[in-house]
């Protein structure tokens, strides 16, 4: 049961769709779903700290009765990602009998395990969208952070893709102080498979926090991105991660506000339900698909999303000239520098954010997630962004996520 | 009257979009083109669901909106046919 | 889209009543969203 407080608000009639989205919908816009924490690669700043498969993930069974919900619900589409999604044996089933039951898959991938037979499946079926993910215009940028022989994976998925005459397949890319330079590099990659750009904002989530002092893009940087949008962003698509540079003038395009709990959610491979895919932590755990009630009673009833939906304070934030247009910034990102979440967002364009970091109390951790599905050992193709040495890869036809890991 | 946009044929949803009841109306996704439109009231909502029963859009319109509104729903209309959340149907 | 500053103040309404918007409104709003961080 909900209970209602009288002291909430209510909702407006009419306005703008953005004050709707405070008060919450009845079902997400943009669901994601991470199928699996198992994953071939481990890219230093996965945001899932993904890796090893973990034995609580949902079975098939468990999958078709959430996608049955999501279709009552009315969903429109859901997001696929992990972990690589395409790793789970059932993948492809779930991805037909999620178009079977009205729920459109857009699916994020590092392509390997798109062949040609795949490609073309894909370029038949309606309503499935794919994104291929890549972090550099070239394999010496990209494989730093994703690994050895990553590209080179990412690339042939293209390829085979376009062969296929698939549509507006995407490449999304992490955008990183290393790579922000190769825009136009990525521009003209994309455009050569005839793919779509996405450029996305780097959170330090997940194994993010790790690298995110290393990786984040400078002030400088942000500014140049901006530009670059702002010249160049006809036709590219930024995830809407980069409203908190719309404080630098003119907004970008999308909705500028955080929609943890509110227009998005995660779903996680073991029915687990967080705010926001960057938000894998367990003061964002919101319930469990298995719970009574299943999905829509957690996205309608629970209590973290009931919060998320009364009207935020914006804290400090809200006396600055530039609220309107940033609200704040992103919830993840301030949580996992150990920034309060009413107060600047850490790369916030007024520097206001710097000095929020700065003022940290330098005894104190900043929070980590209670999961890590990270691997324990050295993995075929391994980034070398941190100095370790890359691994040899041995057996190409090896696919399994657990390939080269000690037991136990 | 905004170019394009006809009333006085037959109109319907179109087949590729979905629309979803909300608190505040509704939302409509258009699977073709991607493109999500927020109808903000129920009479909208109601219009559009009801144009494949009416001869023409504008018919629609009469049936279920008070006159002083009628031009800001035939503007609506117009600018989900624009974005081809509507479609004209053949008959 | 650039937003313009916040609109009126927001007017009581339950979901069972025939909601009468501003008639300079529109009732149409088109929504430029990307996924919203979901589509990482």
Redesign the interface.
């Known amino acids: 049961m909900t209970a209602v407080l009288p002291s909430r608000?209510?909702?407006?009639?009419?306005?703008?769709?953005?004050?709707?989205f405070e008060?919450g919908?009845?079902?997400?816009?943009?669901?994601?779903w991470e199928l699996t924490y198992a994953c071939n690669l481990a890219c230093v700043h996965c945001?899932s700290s993904s890796g090893r498969r973990d034995p609580r993930e949902l079975s098939t069974a468990e999958a078709e009765a959430v996608i049955d919900e999501l279709q009552r619900m009315?969903v429109?589409?859901v997001?696929v990602?992990g972990g690589e999604p395409t790793v789970r044996p059932d993948f492809w089933h779930l991805l037909d009998y999620a178009v079977g039951h009205?729920v459109?898959v857009?699916f994020?991938t590092n392509g390997i395990k798109l062949d040609r037979a795949r490609a073309e499946q894909l370029a038949r079926t309606?309503?499935v969208?794919v994104?291929i993910s890549l972090d550099g215009a070239t394999a010496e940028v990209n494989d730093a952070v994703r690994g050895t022989g990553s590209f080179v994976t990412a690339t042939r998925a293209l390829a085979n893709l376009a062969e296929a005459g698939m549509k507006d397949f995407k490449v999304?890319v992490?955008v990183t102080r290393e790579n922000v330079g190769q825009l136009d590099d990525f521009k003209a990659l994309t455009d050569s498979y005839g793919a779509q750009l996405?450029i996305?904002?780097f959170r330090p989530s997940g194994r993010g926090a790790d690298v995110w002092d290393r990786l984040h893009p400078t002030q400088q940087q942000q500014r140049e991105l901006y530009a670059w949008l702002l010249a160049n962003g006809d036709g590219v698509?930024?995830?809407?991660?980069f409203f908190h540079l719309s404080a630098l003038g003119?907004?970008l395009?999308?909705?500028?506000l955080c929609?943890?709990g509110r227009?998005?959610c995660?779903i996680d491979p073991v029915g687990d339900v967080y705010a926001?895919?960057?938000a894998i932590h367990e003061n964002f755990l919101a319930g469990n698909v298995r719970d009574e009630g299943g999905f829509q009673r957690v996205w309608r009833s629970s209590e973290l999303f009931a919060e998320l939906r009364s009207p935020q304070t914006g804290g400090a934030c809200t006396k600055c000239a530039h609220f309107?247009a940033c609200r704040g910034g992103?919830m993840a990102a301030k949580f996992f520098t150990g920034l309060p979440l009413d107060g600047p967002d850490p790369e916030c364009v007024q520097g206001y954010g710097e000095t929020a970091l700065a003022a940290r109390d330098s005894a104190a951790t900043t929070p980590r997630s209670h999961l890590d599905h990270s691997h324990t050992g050295p993995v075929r193709g391994q980034p070398t962004l941190l100095g370790m040495p890359a691994v040899p890869i041995v057996k190409i036809c090896d696919e399994s996520p657990l390939a080269g890991l000690a037991p136990g | 009257m905004t170019p394009g946009f006809d009333p006085d044929v037959p109109w319907q949803r179109a087949r590729s979009v979905a629309l979803r009841p909300e608190p505040f109306g509704a939302l409509a996704y258009h699977f073709g083109n991607r493109t999500l439109s927020f109808l903000k009231s129920q009479t909208l909502v109601t219009v559009v669901e009801s144009l494949a029963e009416h001869p023409t859009a504008r018919a629609a319109i009469e049936a279920g909106v008070p006159e002083g509104q009628r031009p800001a729903y035939l503007k609506a209309l117009a600018d989900l046919a624009r974005t081809q959340m509507i479609e004209v149907r053949s008959s | 889209m650039p937003e313009t500053p916040q609109t009126d103040a927001p007017v009581p309404a339950t979901s069972a009543a025939v909601e009468e918007p501003l008639v300079e409104e529109s009732l149409v709003e088109e929504i430029s969203i990307d996924g919203m961080c979901g589509v990482y």
């Open positions: 608000p209510e909702r407006p009639v009419g306005g703008r769709l953005i004050d709707q008060y919908l009845d079902a997400p816009i943009c669901l994601t945001l009315q429109f589409y997001n990602g009205d459109g857009k994020s309606d309503y969208d994104q999304s992490v996405r996305t904002r698509l930024t995830g809407d991660s003119e907004s395009p999308g909705l500028n929609g943890a227009v998005v995660l926001c895919p960057f309107d992103c």
